[in-house]
């Protein structure tokens, strides 16, 4: 959904517009990923399914970010 929905193409260029998961978490802020999940309504989903609030969405982001960049 991040990188490659063609439903969500548009809307993500706004955001940002890179080829991997490694460049999305490396080179573009957390403001511009985060805006883009709120935008296309997968933020307010999680929230409600799982009852995150946004401080544990952001760690979260920060955990993948990590791995992303030590594990590619």
Excluded: P, W
């Excluded at 706004?14 to 957390?30: G, I």
């Excluded at 969405?57 to 955990?63: G, K, P």
């Amino acid at each position: 959904m991040l990188l490659e929905c063609n439903h969500y193409k548009v809307v993500r260029k706004r955001y940002f517009n890179v080829s991997s998961l490694h460049e999305l978490f490396d080179m573009v802020s957390a403001q511009n990923i985060l805006g883009f999940i709120r935008y296309i309504g997968l933020y307010r989903l999680l929230y409600n399914l799982t009852f995150i609030r946004l401080i544990d969405f952001v760690s979260i982001a920060i955990v993948v970010k990590y791995i992303v960049n030590n594990f590619s």
